[in-house]
């Protein structure tokens, strides 16, 4: 059987989820089948993916453009393909394209849902109507859609109530618990301004609205004085967002704040959680959250939001606490003071008790490894595949 998987993200060129996602996926799913990788980008060296750039005639277009005109590349690549397979709206539209040119089985899935991030209209304008549209007429015309988690199954019912319910299943992002896992080591603490002998909660993500960045910098106002405040955060989405976070680190009045902007080789990324306190994400928007995943298998603590998927993965009052929220439609807290508080509260009890995040560090690694490997969710996908043939 082969199986194209059409992705905007794949190594080198990774930032986010989705990119991990299809990265493992990937490698797990090559025991199993032909998978050719298709993804948005500069050439790649590795057998069996392809890359592909924005046509030269739409370099200076609208990013939402620039998508589809990348999309229509892919999908003419797809001939031969048994099952296309896309993840998230930059690569939907390419598996739309490539099932009514061939007939191929379309498989979508879901990271995210655009109509549930309505602040990339400040990223994109006016493409931001046209990534609902791609997302919208690929998900009702998909063969079937994987949701990464109950909630986002949840999401993709509402959101779209045409799609039969039976088409939508619920398979889980995984995690590489070899490769994330506890690292001793500390030079990558030093290079970086980190203190191993002090506690520290950090951060690691997009600066997007997505992210909660804003939240957790109102939150650490309040944090406990001896402790660090690592943030991991770059790629932001626009210079207002990336303007409000500078705006925020400046205010704050406290030492050991550390702020590395520039995307870090992952064996740093371990070992910048292993040594944490606590791994704070504050997301109002966040499907499953494949970077708790991540510090849970470094055996961190994890404080989150209780939103989307979060719960799924984050067993409250056991590898971590959550946050509840109250949000407005588009995901905003509506009360921003009391979330930030709350948030405060939660990390500050962590950093105060080192014994109990400990613990939770370590029930965290636990769970990571018995419920979410990659082997056991290629399996599964693959098993979808033979569903839709």
């Known amino acids: 059987m082969r199986v194209d998987l059409l992705s905007r993200e794949y190594p080198p060129e990774v930032y986010g989820g989705a990119g991990v996602h299809v990265e493992y996926l990937a490698r797990e799913l090559r025991r199993l089948a032909d998978v050719r990788v298709r993804c948005f980008g500069a050439p790649r060296a590795d057998a069996g993916v392809s890359a592909y750039r924005v046509p030269g005639g739409l370099e200076a277009a609208n990013p939402a453009l620039q998508v589809l005109g990348v999309d229509l590349e892919m999908a003419a690549a797809c001939a031969g393909a048994d099952v296309v397979h896309s993840h998230t709206w930059y690569a939907n539209f390419a598996g739309h394209v490539a099932k009514m040119l061939y007939g191929t089985p379309h498989v979508i899935t879901t990271h995210s849902l655009e109509p549930l991030r309505p602040w990339k209209a400040e990223q994109l304008g006016g493409g931001y109507t046209i990534s609902c549209w791609a997302e919208r007429t690929a998900l009702l015309s998909a063969d079937r859609v994987i949701a990464v988690s109950e909630g986002m199954r949840d999401d993709v019912l509402a959101t779209y109530p045409e799609i039969p319910p039976e088409k939508v299943v619920v398979i889980h992002n995984g995690i590489d618990t070899t ?11 030093a290079r970086h301004g980190i203190d191993p002998d002090r506690p520290y909660a950090v951060f690691v993500g997009r600066i997007t609205r997505q992210k909660g960045l804003p939240h957790l910098l109102r939150a650490a106002r309040s944090l406990d004085p001896g402790a660090q405040l690592v943030l991991c955060a770059g790629a932001p989405d626009t210079p207002e967002i990336a303007a409000e976070v500078r705006a925020l680190v400046a205010e704050l009045d406290r030492e050991g704040v550390v702020w590395i902007s520039e995307m870090l080789p992952r064996a740093e990324v371990v070992q910048i959680l292993s040594h944490a306190t606590v791994f704070v994400c504050p997301s109002i928007y ?24 979060i719960p799924e993965v984050v067993a409250d009052g056991v590898t971590g606490l959550l946050v509840p929220v109250d949000q407005e439609d588009d995901g905003t807290p509506r009360d921003p003071e009391a979330f930030a508080a709350t948030l405060a509260e939660r990390i500050n009890a962590l950093l105060g008790d080192p014994a109990r995040a400990a613990a939770m560090g370590k029930a ?14 290629a399996a599964r996908t693959a098993e979808l595949y033979t569903l839709v043939r």
């Open 179 to 189: 490769e994330y896992a506890p690292d001793p080591r500390t030079d990558a603490l």
């Open 286 to 309: 966040e499907p499953m959250g494949i970077v708790n995943l991540e510090a849970m298998a470094c055996e961190t603590a994890v404080v989150a939001t209780a939103t989307g998927g």
């Open 364 to 377: 965290g690694r636990e769970r990571a490894v018995a419920h979410f490997s990659w082997e056991r969710i």
